[in-house]
């Protein structure tokens, strides 16, 4: 398990299993890599099962992933669910439990899902589920009628498939108090004059009343009802019509009720279809006569229901009944079957087979040198072989005489004609013949400018069609499609010397198609395609405002309304980063307007957002600014200045923020000491200032102030209150006093400012400003004022002189006091430009000047910089700057002008940087391949490409996707998709074809160079058809005339989901197979009503998948309806034994001589110890068996063996073995086997050998021989192969000439090897004399002789030591130098499991 980690600090990470930590072991380890971190188990056993969890820390926070282990059994070891048992119906007393239970197979262990009326069942306090030993139960205790009466479903699935099971359950009262209908009436359909059964189900054993049309029923002889256990039954014997009622059975207040229809029973044939034999490509019509006008027939062939179509067709005539099959063939012939109801005729179609001919000839043609030349034939029969001719010479088909077939078309194609491929061409099928000419002419006239292949033109705009022709009196003739274009209203036609015109005006999707001019025997074609109307984006930039303003929390719209065709695509950004959407950014686009809605903004939020609009006719960007505003922070606790009998001067700090909005007024409130309840002062007015005087108080009354900051978002929380007040005349003689002093402040030019200061003193002091420590003379350019203790010098326009050093003095009798402050003029530097010039893209070659005004006090430096370099004048490039002004000139810009240009202006003041981005755009690189085939369909192909490393400095607009048919060889465009699409789906393609294509990019410069790929793709489905479901068929709920039907799904769904599966149904006796029904691709189960009581029924299903129906299955066994299936009788016996060792013994049985109704699904073998009485199963085999060896049992004891039939309903009693039977002594491996080991040379490089049997076999049946070789230089035996024990003859092939091998001969049993036999003297490979070169070593022993290759490099194993159990270590020597082993251990045990 693998996870990428990234984090900075890096992060601890820790593993856990279950919430525990994972400990490194020999078998589990942990290793990291950079980023990557992995825990590896090398051997997966149960305990390692659980939750894996890896978490990573740092000090920034923490991160989880996690992934479950599970373990999964083998593929080859897979069964899939299989319920043993059907569930019956339940009926429980309320209060009591429901308790279902059912035994299931299949391995691995299947999953266990409950469901009530289709609703999974989950456990609760109520509801207990277990699963143990293949028994699954399901537990609903104190049972409610209204809550836990319905369906119940048991599904048990595993990888290898799924079953299921359904009960009825029936909650009631207790016992004795209420019995229901646990089985409801069926409507019924029938005939005049047949029998009909109505058959109901009680939940106990009781009398029911039947009902006709609310009149009981009595018994008759035309009417019996009888009762069986819990089963009731109402028969009503010669239907007629008037038979057709309600009926209803009653219990108590219970009833279930039913309707019957009686049709009119169908006639009989007064005349039966006849035999017929008719001749291919003629018609064939057989014809039924019916006794009555109005039955239907159905016309079968072979079975298979016929339907009408271009080639069959049903008719009705009066009391006739036709089957008209037309253009009849070879695969017609069969047995064709007419079915009225319950009767049916077959009769026979032989087709007498005609010879092919030709249906279309090929006619004569003329053409232009170097044109195309084609003929064309259709023939009858597609498989026919023809012979194609020139001047009666056969002609051996090249490049240059091409032949293509199409089914029952063939065309002869001469891809570029000369004088020599005039003459007489002719074909021949069988003794038939066509002939046609072929004329050559040379041109009257040549083109020296042709039409293109193809012309695209957008919506109503005009075309005009030019070609140039050799000759200026040649006469011209314009067509499209074939047909001359006469001038007209739309159509201008212009002749000027050599040149001619068409003018097609306004076109329309009516002008599609080929034009082509045509002048003497020559002609030149176009096909007009005509491209959608594309206008580029337009914004209404007026309708913009250029500052939204929104408060904190609140929802921020901006509607952005434009035009284009067709609909751009839609790019929000903000601050140059991509707008994101969210839960709380939403972007809406119609053809008309964009609309960006940011829900409960956040301060982040503010920015500059910028709307771009691309489509391929070009692009368009609006910006606005999005200002977010909050409520002011809390102002400065107010403090009083000066105090007077009835009024309060207050002064107080602004808030450190205003919220992003200014301040529009303070709220003043106030209460007496006496009071708690705040009144507010300027109700009225607004106070901009940060003082006021509150006037109108009471005097001697103590009173507290606080202020509360306004602005657009609203009120800021109130100012800490002062203290308590006391409002009364003030005391004389007071000095001045600064209670706020003037600050040093820097100001830029040109600028209206104010000194401030905040003064005291009584008597009122007076004001005085100094400048630089003289008296300032107050001028236009200085005002002064003195209100409310607020001594104010306000500078209407400030310019490089105002910088300086001011003092406020204030003087009354009682004193003097002075304030002072710095005042610097600085202009920080602003660089002015029209926002366009910020990113610019101009194709290359082209000319750019970038023009920047700035201002600054003082004169700011001007720097630039070109992608974070210096730039500078030089001989392709020209940087200039004035007092005011800076430019950057380039003439003929390049690739690599494009960049980031970085004007920077530095003052005392302040420092301002500008990025101006240019783009130099050219057309894109080619998108990226390869080309993905991302999906291949029977008429389409998805296609997938990267986007070209390059765009060329301009976005991609769109894509265009061309096609070519590999057979034409012409490029046709298919469709363009816009720049975020990088994948296709083309349709229309012909299915069987061959196709190339191409892709390119293209942005506002042109189209790049195509993306081709690399071989054509065939066209076709890939998909097939689904196999046949799979049985066997289950079969529940049988009446006498209804049940349900189960099967199982296909092993191969085609490759696609099955849409449905399609149920038939054919009487044992008769031909024609007839629907019952169809399902969806999910339900595995139908419905089957209508059949008839006690006769046999074949049924089939098929699957249906997309590409169409798969074959069906159908079980030989018939199914009857009425007829109960049960469990098939015990296999026929006795149980032999016909072949015992020490570990295994042999079994042989019979078939049982009853199969329950139904097929038999198999055998299951177990066996049990004569010392215990558990039986343990072996194997369960197919039906088809009937004889096994069981293995690995156990020596010297005793074994009784069984054998039980197993069908869907579930399994038999068993064939159990008499007696005990004795597996024999311990085995010894076998004697050696005997002398002599013959060995004669066949060739350079192989032997024949021969031995003879052992003379003992160990006690245990021989299984075979192993024969191993050793090269006399070499000191490795190698293990040649084996041969079955009844084999003592082999041929050794591929042996080195001139090399010596010693042989040995093992004999093998099911205990081990025996010592080996080995050749007295080693053997040397010498070539024969007699020898010759005639192939394969051994002459005629090959035939008869089995043969085994020896390489000196071997895959065999070759038993080398066996050593004590305490050992841990081998040494092994004389090894080949230089030479590579494989060695292995194997660990032996009496006692492995318990």
Same mark, same amino acid.
């Given at each position: 398990?693998?996870?990428?980690?990234?984090?900075?600090?890096?992060?601890?990470?820790?593993?856990?299993?279950?919430?525990?930590?994972?400990?490194?072991?020999?078998?589990?380890?942990?290793?990291?890599?950079?980023?990557?971190?992995?825990?590896?188990?090398?051997?997966?056993?149960?305990?390692?099962?659980?939750?894996?969890?890896?978490?990573?820390?740092?000090?920034?926070?923490?991160?989880?992933?996690?992934?479950?282990?599970?373990? @999964?059994?083998?593929?080859?070891?897979?069964?899939?669910?299989?319920?043993?048992?059907?569930?019956?119906?339940?009926?429980?007393?309320?209060?009591?439990?429901?308790?279902?239970?059912?035994?299931?197979?299949?391995?691995?262990?299947?999953?266990?899902?409950?469901?009530?009326?289709?609703?999974?069942?989950?456990? =609760?306090?109520?509801?207990?589920?277990?699963?143990?030993?293949?028994?699954?139960?399901?537990?609903?205790?104190?049972?409610?009628?209204?809550?836990?009466?319905?369906?119940?479903?048991?599904?048990?699935?595993?990888?290898?498939?799924?079953?299921?099971?359904?009960?009825?359950?029936?909650?009631?009262?207790?016992?004795?108090?209420?019995?229901?209908?646990?089985?409801?009436?069926?409507?019924?359909?029938?005939?005049?004059?047949?029998?009909?059964?109505?058959?109901?189900?009680?939940?106990?054993?009781?009398?029911?009343?039947?009902?006709?049309?609310?009149?009981?029923?009595?018994?008759?002889?035309?009417?019996?009802?009888?009762?069986?256990?819990?089963?009731?039954?109402?028969?009503?014997?010669?239907?007629?019509?008037?038979?057709?009622?309600?009926? @209803?059975?009653?219990?108590?207040?219970?009833?279930?009720?039913?309707?019957?229809?009686?049709?009119?029973?169908?006639?009989?044939?007064?005349?039966?279809?006849?035999?017929?034999?008719?001749?291919?490509?003629?018609?064939?019509?057989?014809?039924?006569?019916?006794?009555?006008?109005?039955?239907?027939?159905?016309?079968?062939?072979?079975?298979?229901?016929?339907?009408?179509?271009?080639?069959?067709?049903?008719?009705?005539?009066?009391?006739?009944?036709?089957?008209?099959?037309?253009?009849?063939?070879?695969?017609?012939?069969?047995?064709?079957?007419?079915?009225?109801?319950?009767?049916?005729?077959?009769?026979?179609?032989?087709?007498?087979?005609?010879?092919?001919?030709?249906?279309?000839?090929?006619?004569?043609?003329?053409?232009?040198?170097?044109?195309?030349?084609?003929?064309?034939?259709?023939?009858?029969? $597609?498989?026919?072989?023809?012979?194609?001719?020139?001047?009666?010479?056969?002609?051996?088909?090249?490049?240059?005489?091409?032949?293509?077939?199409?089914?029952?078309?063939?065309?002869?194609?001469?891809?570029?004609?000369?004088?020599?491929?005039?003459?007489?061409?002719?074909?021949?099928?069988?003794?038939?013949?066509?002939?046609?000419?072929?004329?050559?002419?040379?041109?009257?006239?040549?083109?020296?400018?042709?039409?293109?292949?193809?012309?695209?033109?957008?919506?109503?705009?005009?075309?005009?069609?030019?070609? @140039?022709?050799?000759?200026?009196?040649?006469?011209?003739?314009?067509?499209?499609?074939?047909?001359?274009?006469?001038?007209?209203?739309?159509?201008?036609?212009?002749?000027?010397?050599?040149?001619?015109?068409?003018?097609?005006?306004?076109?329309?999707?009516?002008?599609?198609?080929?034009?082509?001019?045509?002048?003497?025997?020559?002609?030149?074609?176009?096909?007009?395609?005509?491209?959608?109307?594309?206008?580029?984006?337009?914004?209404?930039?007026?309708?913009?405002?250029?500052?939204?303003?929104?408060?904190?929390?609140?929802?921020? =719209?901006?509607?952005?309304?434009?035009?284009?065709?067709?609909?751009?695509?839609?790019?929000?950004?903000?601050?140059?980063?991509?707008?994101?959407?969210?839960?709380?950014?939403?972007?809406? =686009?119609?053809?008309?307007?964009?609309?960006?809605?940011?829900?409960?903004?956040?301060?982040?939020?503010?920015?500059?957002?910028?709307?771009?609009?691309?489509?391929?006719?070009?692009?368009?960007?609006?910006?606005?600014?999005?200002?977010?505003?909050?409520?002011?922070?809390?102002?400065?606790?107010?403090?009083?200045?000066?105090?007077?009998?009835?009024?309060?001067?207050?002064?107080?700090?602004?808030?450190?923020?205003?919220?992003?909005?200014?301040?529009? %007024?303070?709220?003043?409130?106030?209460?007496?000491?006496?009071?708690?309840?705040?009144?507010?002062?300027?109700?009225?007015?607004?106070?901009?200032?940060?003082?006021?005087?509150?006037?109108?108080?009471?005097?001697?009354?103590?009173?507290?102030?606080?202020?509360?900051?306004?602005?657009?978002?609203?009120?800021?929380?109130?100012?800490?209150?002062?203290?308590?007040?006391?409002?009364?005349?003030?005391?004389?003689?007071?000095?001045?006093?600064?209670?706020?002093?003037?600050?040093?402040?820097?100001?830029?030019?040109?600028?209206?400012?104010?000194?401030?200061?905040?003064?005291? $003193?009584?008597?009122?002091?007076?004001?005085?400003?100094?400048?630089?420590?003289?008296?300032?003379?107050?001028?236009?350019?200085?005002?002064?004022?003195?209100?409310?203790?607020?001594?104010?010098?306000?500078?209407?326009?400030?310019?490089?002189?105002?910088?300086?050093?001011?003092?406020?003095?204030?003087?009354?009798?009682?004193?003097?006091?002075?304030?002072?402050?710095?005042?610097?003029?600085?202009?920080?530097?602003?660089?002015?430009?029209?926002?366009?010039?910020?990113?610019?893209?101009?194709?290359?070659?082209?000319?750019?000047?970038?023009?920047?005004?700035?201002?600054?006090?003082?004169?700011?430096?001007?720097?630039?910089?070109?992608?974070?370099?210096?730039?500078?004048?030089?001989?392709?490039?020209?940087?200039?700057?004035?007092?005011?002004?800076?430019?950057?000139?380039?003439?003929?810009?390049?690739?690599?002008?494009?960049?980031?240009?970085?004007?920077?202006?530095?003052?005392?003041?302040?420092?301002?940087?500008?990025?101006?981005?240019?783009?130099?755009?050219?057309?894109?690189?080619?998108?990226?391949?390869?080309?993905?085939?991302?999906?291949?369909?029977?008429?389409?192909?998805?296609?997938?490409?990267?986007?070209?490393?390059?765009?060329?400095?301009?976005?991609?607009?769109?894509?265009?996707?061309?096609?070519?048919?590999?057979?034409?060889?012409?490029?046709?465009?298919?469709?363009?998709?816009?720049?975020?699409?990088?994948?296709?789906?083309?349709?229309?393609?012909?299915?069987?074809?061959?196709? %190339?294509?191409?892709?390119?990019?293209?942005?506002?410069?042109?189209?790049?160079?195509?993306?081709?790929?690399?071989?054509?793709?065939?066209?076709?489905?890939?998909?097939?058809?689904?196999?046949?479901?799979?049985? &066997?068929?289950?079969?529940?709920?049988?009446?006498?005339?209804?049940?349900?039907?189960?099967?199982?799904?296909?092993?191969?769904?085609?490759?696609?989901?099955?849409?449905?599966?399609?149920?038939?149904?054919?009487?044992?006796?008769?031909?024609?197979?007839?629907?019952?029904?169809?399902?969806?691709?999910?339900?595995?189960?139908?419905?089957?009503?209508?059949?008839?009581?006690?006769?046999?029924?074949?049924?089939?299903?098929?699957?249906?998948?997309?590409?169409?129906?798969?074959?069906?299955?159908?079980?030989?066994?018939?199914?009857?309806?009425?007829?109960?299936?049960?469990?098939?009788?015990?296999?026929?016996?006795?149980?032999?034994?016909?072949?015992?060792?020490?570990?295994?013994?042999?079994?042989?049985?019979?078939?049982?001589?009853?199969?329950?109704?139904?097929?038999?699904?198999?055998?299951?073998?177990?066996?049990?110890?004569?010392?215990?009485?558990?039986?343990?199963?072996?194997?369960?085999?197919?039906?088809?068996?009937?004889?096994?060896?069981?293995?690995?049992?156990?020596? @010297?004891?005793?074994?009784?063996?069984?054998?039980?039939?197993?069908?869907?309903?579930?399994?038999?009693?068993?064939?159990?073995?008499?007696?005990?039977?004795?597996?024999?002594?311990?085995?010894?491996?076998?004697?050696?086997?005997?002398?002599?080991?013959?060995?004669?040379?066949?060739?350079?490089?192989?032997?024949?050998?021969?031995?003879?049997?052992?003379?003992?076999?160990?006690?245990?049946?021989?299984? $075979?021989?192993?024969?191993?070789?050793?090269?006399?230089?070499?000191?490795?035996?190698?293990?040649?192969?084996?041969?079955?024990?009844?084999?003592?003859?082999?041929?050794?092939?591929?042996?080195?000439?001139?090399?010596?091998?010693?042989?040995?001969?093992?004999?093998?049993?099911?205990?081990?090897?025996?010592?080996?036999?080995?050749?007295?003297?080693?053997?040397?490979?010498?070539?024969?004399?007699?020898?010759?070169?005639?192939?394969?070593?051994?002459?005629?022993?090959?035939?008869?002789? &089995?043969?085994?290759?020896?390489?000196?490099?071997?895959?065999?194993?070759?038993?080398?030591?066996?050593?004590?159990?305490?050992?841990?270590?081998?040494?092994?020597?004389?090894?080949?130098?230089?030479?590579?082993?494989?060695?292995?251990?194997?660990?032996?045990?009496?006692?492995?499991?318990?």
């Amino acid at each position: 398990m693998t996870a990428k980690v990234v984090g900075k600090p890096p992060p601890k990470v820790s593993w856990f299993c279950q919430g525990k930590p994972v400990v490194p072991s020999r078998n589990v380890k942990i290793t990291t890599s950079n980023e990557e971190h992995t825990l590896i188990i090398e051997e997966v056993k149960p305990e390692h099962v659980g939750v894996y969890e890896l978490k990573a820390e740092n000090n920034m926070g923490t991160a989880t992933s996690s992934a479950t282990l599970r373990i @999964k059994e083998s593929p080859e070891k897979q069964e899939p669910p299989r319920f043993v048992e059907e569930f019956k119906p339940l009926v429980v007393p309320e209060n009591d439990t429901v308790k279902l239970v059912a035994k299931v197979r299949g391995t691995p262990t299947p999953e266990i899902t409950w469901f009530k009326d289709g609703k999974q069942l989950k456990p =609760t306090k109520n509801i207990k589920q277990t699963f143990e030993n293949g028994i699954c139960t399901l537990e609903i205790f104190d049972a409610k009628p209204e809550k836990d009466s319905g369906e119940y479903k048991c599904v048990a699935s595993n990888p290898a498939g799924k079953d299921f099971l359904t009960a009825n359950v029936q909650v009631g009262d207790k016992p004795g108090e209420k019995i229901v209908f646990t089985r409801g009436l069926k409507n019924e359909e029938t005939v005049e004059d047949s029998t009909v059964t109505f058959i109901c189900e009680t939940s106990k054993e009781t009398n029911v009343k039947w009902f006709i049309d609310d009149k009981e029923v009595s018994l008759s002889d035309k009417v019996k009802f009888k009762d069986e256990g819990k089963q009731h039954f109402l028969v009503i014997t010669k239907v007629t019509k008037a038979d057709a009622k309600t009926l @209803k059975c009653t219990v108590g207040p219970e009833s279930t009720v039913a309707k019957l229809t009686v049709n009119e029973a169908p006639g009989e044939f007064l005349e039966k279809p006849h035999d017929l034999e008719v001749k291919e490509r003629d018609m064939a019509i057989f014809v039924a006569k019916l006794s009555k006008l109005n039955d239907t027939v159905t016309w079968h062939k072979d079975g298979e229901h016929i339907k009408n179509d271009d080639r069959h067709q049903i008719v009705e005539d009066g009391n006739f009944r036709k089957l008209i099959v037309n253009d009849v063939n070879v695969l017609d012939e069969g047995e064709y079957t007419c079915v009225l109801g319950d009767q049916e005729c077959t009769v026979e179609l032989n087709v007498i087979e005609l010879p092919p001919e030709f249906k279309t000839k090929m006619v004569d043609v003329t053409v232009v040198e170097n044109e195309p030349a084609s003929f064309q034939i259709e023939l009858t029969k $597609g498989d026919a072989k023809v012979k194609w001719f020139k001047d009666n010479k056969e002609i051996q088909f090249s490049e240059q005489l091409q032949l293509a077939i199409s089914g029952k078309q063939q065309r002869l194609v001469i891809p570029q004609t000369s004088k020599k491929d005039a003459g007489v061409y002719s074909c021949e099928i069988g003794k038939q013949k066509c002939t046609a000419t072929l004329k050559v002419e040379v041109p009257t006239v040549e083109f020296l400018m042709k039409l293109s292949e193809k012309t695209s033109v957008p919506q109503e705009t005009d075309v005009t069609l030019t070609v @140039k022709v050799s000759n200026p009196d040649a006469k011209t003739k314009w067509t499209k499609n074939g047909k001359e274009i006469k001038p007209n209203g739309r159509h201008d036609v212009s002749v000027d010397k050599t040149i001619r015109k068409l003018v097609i005006k306004k076109v329309t999707n009516k002008e599609v198609g080929e034009y082509s001019c045509v002048v003497g025997n020559i002609r030149t074609t176009t096909k007009l395609v005509v491209e959608e109307l594309k206008k580029p984006p337009v914004i209404d930039v007026e309708s913009i405002q250029n500052i939204h303003t929104v408060v904190k929390g609140n929802t921020l =719209t901006i509607m952005v309304p434009f035009t284009a065709t067709p609909v751009p695509r839609v790019e929000w950004t903000v601050d140059e980063v991509m707008v994101k959407r969210s839960e709380t950014t939403v972007i809406e =686009t119609t053809e008309t307007s964009s609309t960006l809605t940011i829900n409960k903004v956040r301060d982040g939020d503010g920015g500059c957002y910028t709307l771009r609009l691309v489509n391929p006719a070009g692009e368009a960007m609006v910006s606005t600014t999005v200002k977010i505003i909050d409520k002011p922070l809390v102002p400065g606790k107010p403090e009083p200045t000066a105090v007077t009998a009835d009024s309060v001067t207050l002064h107080w700090k602004a808030p450190d923020f205003d919220g992003g909005s200014p301040i529009t %007024n303070y709220l003043i409130e106030y209460h007496e000491k006496s009071e708690y309840k705040w009144t507010s002062y300027n109700v009225d007015f607004t106070i901009s200032e940060t003082h006021t005087k509150v006037t109108k108080l009471n005097t001697s009354v103590e009173y507290t102030f606080r202020v509360t900051a306004v602005n657009d978002a609203g009120n800021s929380e109130p100012s800490v209150p002062t203290r308590y007040i006391l409002v009364k005349d003030p005391i004389a003689g007071e000095a001045p006093r600064f209670i706020e002093e003037l600050k040093d402040t820097c100001i830029g030019l040109k600028e209206k400012f104010a000194l401030v200061c905040k003064v005291k $003193g009584q008597p009122t002091p007076d004001i005085k400003w100094l400048k630089n420590g003289k008296d300032l003379p107050l001028r236009k350019l200085y005002t002064a004022s003195y209100e409310d203790n607020v001594a104010k010098l306000h500078i209407t326009e400030t310019t490089e002189k105002s910088a300086g050093k001011y003092t406020c003095r204030a003087t009354n009798a009682v004193g003097t006091a002075d304030t002072t402050c710095n005042l610097k003029i600085q202009a920080s530097p602003k660089a002015i430009f029209e926002e366009s010039v910020k990113i610019q893209k101009l194709k290359i070659s082209s000319s750019w000047q970038l023009v920047v005004h700035y201002t600054g006090f003082p004169t700011p430096n001007v720097t630039w910089n070109f992608n974070d370099k210096l730039l500078e004048s030089s001989k392709h490039s020209l940087v200039q700057t004035t007092d005011d002004t800076t430019t950057v000139t380039i003439h003929s810009i390049t690739a690599e002008d494009s960049g980031t240009y970085n004007l920077v202006l530095q003052n005392e003041a302040g420092t301002e940087i500008v990025d101006f981005v240019l783009k130099a755009m050219d057309k894109p690189m080619a998108p990226e391949g390869p080309i993905v085939i991302e999906k291949v369909d029977k008429d389409s192909i998805t296609l997938s490409w990267k986007p070209p490393l390059s765009d060329g400095g301009s976005d991609i607009i769109s894509y265009s996707i061309e096609k070519c048919d590999t057979k034409r060889k012409v490029w046709l465009r298919v469709t363009s998709v816009d720049s975020d699409t990088l994948s296709t789906k083309i349709t229309g393609l012909l299915e069987g074809s061959e196709y %190339n294509f191409r892709i390119y990019a293209e942005n506002i410069c042109g189209m790049s160079c195509p993306l081709e790929t690399f071989e054509p793709i065939l066209v076709k489905c890939p998909f097939d058809f689904p196999s046949a479901p799979t049985g &066997p068929f289950h079969v529940t709920g049988m009446d006498d005339t209804s049940f349900t039907l189960k099967w199982n799904p296909p092993d191969n769904d085609g490759g696609c989901p099955i849409l449905s599966y399609i149920v038939e149904k054919r009487e044992m006796s008769k031909k024609a197979w007839q629907e019952v029904g169809t399902t969806d691709g999910k339900t595995l189960h139908i419905e089957v009503v209508g059949v008839k009581l006690d006769t046999p029924y074949h049924f089939r299903v098929s699957a249906q998948n997309e590409v169409g129906t798969g074959p069906s299955y159908m079980q030989e066994d018939t199914i009857t309806p009425g007829k109960k299936i049960t469990p098939p009788s015990a296999p026929s016996g006795p149980l032999k034994v016909s072949d015992v060792s020490s570990k295994s013994v042999t079994i042989e049985w019979g078939p049982p001589s009853s199969t329950g109704g139904a097929e038999l699904m198999g055998y299951i073998v177990e066996k049990r110890l004569s010392v215990s009485e558990t039986w343990e199963k072996v194997v369960e085999l197919e039906p088809d068996i009937q004889s096994f060896s069981i293995q690995n049992l156990r020596r @010297k004891q005793e074994y009784f063996f069984r054998i039980s039939a197993e069908n869907p309903i579930g399994i038999s009693e068993p064939l159990v073995s008499y007696n005990a039977v004795r597996l024999l002594a311990d085995a010894k491996p076998p004697s050696p086997p005997t002398d002599p080991l013959e060995i004669r040379i066949t060739g350079p490089s192989s032997v024949l050998i021969e031995w003879g049997q052992p003379e003992f076999d160990g006690g245990a049946p021989l299984e $075979g021989y192993t024969v191993a070789i050793k090269d006399v230089k070499k000191t490795m035996w190698m293990e040649v192969g084996q041969v079955k024990a009844d084999i003592q003859k082999l041929i050794i092939k591929e042996l080195q000439e001139g090399h010596t091998y010693n042989i040995r001969i093992f004999a093998k049993n099911e205990v081990g090897l025996s010592e080996p036999l080995e050749a007295e003297e080693p053997v040397k490979v010498v070539r024969p004399a007699d020898y010759m070169e005639t192939g394969d070593a051994g002459g005629a022993d090959q035939e008869v002789t &089995p043969s085994l290759s020896f390489s000196t490099t071997s895959s065999s194993w070759m038993r080398e030591a066996n050593v004590d159990a305490d050992i841990h270590s081998f040494a092994r020597h004389s090894l080949l130098r230089r030479s590579e082993y494989f060695f292995r251990i194997w660990y032996y045990s009496d006692k492995l499991f318990k």
